[in-house]
């Protein structure tokens, strides 16, 4: 009997996105938290490791470094893109918006109180490739 894996939608579309590429190197970026005393991930994130350990995808290059989020940078400036000038009070309406649509999370990345004072986070950048069947 063939065992299929369950992966999420996002998995999913990775892979689809490997697979549409057999010859290229994808890249991805994930941001956590810098947390404890600031020693930065050592393990793939969980996404992606699920996927090496099903024999989907081979990471051929990882790296982690710390700066500020890029995520949250975006983010803050899809929300105020309407807006022709950008206060603090826009500033902790799309902070707590942020913080809120987090809920659940285990890994939560909070906008700091003062006006665009993101976070700094750690960026682990990897390039992996499908794993081609035999």
């Known amino acids: 009997m063939v065992?299929?894996?369950?992966?999420?939608?996002?998995?999913?579309?990775?892979?689809?996105?490997a697979?549409?590429?057999?010859?290229?190197?994808?890249?991805?970026?994930?941001?956590?938290?810098?947390m404890g005393k600031g020693e930065p991930p050592?393990?793939?994130?969980?996404?992606?490791?699920?996927?090496?350990d099903l024999g989907l995808v081979e990471v051929q290059q990882s790296r982690v470094h710390c700066e500020i989020s890029q995520f949250q940078q975006q983010c803050w400036l899809?929300?105020?893109?309407?807006?022709?000038?950008p206060s603090i009070y826009a500033w902790e309406l799309w902070r707590k918006e942020f913080i809120a649509?987090?809920?659940?999370?285990?890994?939560?990345?909070?906008?700091?109180?003062?006006?665009?004072?993101?976070?700094y986070v750690w960026v682990q950048e990897m390039e992996f490739q499908a794993v081609q069947p035999d």
């Open 3 to 17: 065992l299929i894996p369950s992966l999420t939608q996002v998995q999913l579309e990775i892979l689809r996105l």
């Open 78 to 85: 899809e929300y105020c893109s309407d807006l022709e000038m």
């Open 101 to 119: 649509s987090q809920d659940g999370s285990t890994t939560l990345i909070s906008p700091g109180e003062e006006f665009e004072d993101f976070s």
């Open 42 to 52: 050592i393990d793939n994130p969980p996404l992606i490791q699920e996927m090496i």
């Open 19 to 34: 697979k549409e590429n057999p010859d290229e190197t994808l890249q991805l970026s994930f941001e956590s938290p810098v």
